[in-house]
């Protein structure tokens, strides 16, 4: 788990929500049921890795704000040094945020 300040964990729990709500038109409702159950639990990693995987997998375009703001999130959350669900999702995720 990355070391946060309180502020950084809810800024993380409101960033990753606003992601979910402006995308779960493109997610299947067992993905939006286990994303809130991360956040819920404040599993804030696996929120993050597990709605991108299924953002990449549904070709998602974010804008350049948005991928700034979240490359920035998954490192500070330490995804860029040890994923949770993927051991690949790293390199997938910075490709994701640089090709589009």
Do not use: C
Not at 8 to 27: R, Y
Not at 33 to 40: H, I, N, S
């Amino acid at each position: 788990m990355a070391n946060l300040s309180k502020h950084q964990w809810l800024q993380a729990e409101k960033s990753i929500g606003e992601l979910l709500t402006k995308f779960s038109k493109h997610l299947d409702l067992e993905t939006i049921r286990f994303v809130k159950e991360y956040l819920t639990h404040r599993e804030y990693e696996m929120a993050f890795e597990g709605l991108f995987i299924e953002l990449i997998d549904a070709e998602i375009v974010l804008s350049e704000a948005e991928k700034e703001k979240y490359f920035i999130l998954g490192q500070d959350l330490g995804l860029n040094i040890e994923s949770v669900f993927d051991d690949g999702f790293w390199n997938a995720f910075s490709k994701f945020v640089n090709e589009r």
